[in-house]
């Protein structure tokens, strides 16, 4: 029998103390991580990552909606900036060329579903079509992570998708495309073995689902 879970788990922010140990657990597993305290910060911290000139691909994600991220990149000028390139594409007569710019970019920015506090990153997706640049295709990857997504472990973090994730993909989904998300596509990084190429950009604060 399947027990609930507190819903404070999958929405309130993680302490400092889980934080550190998500952290201390992601970076044994080569990946670079920054705790910072806010969206703002991570805003700042974005600019200085990506180069000037890059190629970006900005992940379907409400924590970079949220934040302003996808904004700043897609419209900031400073980058070439492939979804509004992509959004021009016809997706009929275009879609290999849609899927080999989504797949390799110079830097894929977007989030997660859950941050384990053993070191895996868990990401669900109903296209599949951010995960590619996510687990190698792309030169660099960062990722902006509210607190409120650090789990205890895996597990907890499949939980954490089905209940909590999905229901709130859904309804913004069938808003915006008629129709309801599904968990058609599950990565779970757990370890980055090209140091340098993965970026987590964990945050002190609570941002998107």
Do not use: C
Not at 17 to 42: M, P, Y
Not at 61 to 76: C, K, P, V, W
Not at 151 to 175: K, N, Y
């Amino acid at each position: 029998m399947t027990t609930s879970l507190p819903a404070a788990l999958f929405t309130e922010p993680a302490s400092a103390q889980r934080l550190e140990r998500a952290a201390a657990a992601l970076t044994a597993h080569g990946f670079t991580v920054e705790i910072l305290d806010d969206v703002a910060a991570a805003r700042t911290r974005i600019r200085e990552l990506i180069p000037a000139g890059a190629s970006v691909f900005t992940a379907a994600s409400e924590t970079l909606r949220l934040s302003g991220i996808d904004q700043d990149i897609n419209a900031g000028g400073q980058y070439q900036a492939l979804k509004p390139r992509l959004l021009a594409m016809d997706r009929a007569t275009e879609a290999d060329g849609i899927r080999r710019l989504v797949a390799s970019p110079d830097v894929v920015v977007g989030s997660v579903n859950a941050v384990t506090e053993t070191g895996a990153l868990v990401a669900a997706s109903a296209s599949g079509s951010q995960l590619p640049a996510y687990s190698g295709g792309a030169g660099r990857a960062i990722w902006i992570v509210g607190a409120q997504k650090v789990v205890p472990d895996l597990g907890t973090a499949l939980r954490r998708i089905e209940e909590h994730a999905l229901p709130l993909e859904s309804a913004r989904a069938q808003v915006a495309y008629g129709q309801p998300s599904a968990i058609n596509r599950l990565l779970v990084l757990n370890a980055e073995p090209h140091p340098g190429r993965a970026t987590v950009l964990l945050l002190r604060e609570a941002i998107g689902f």
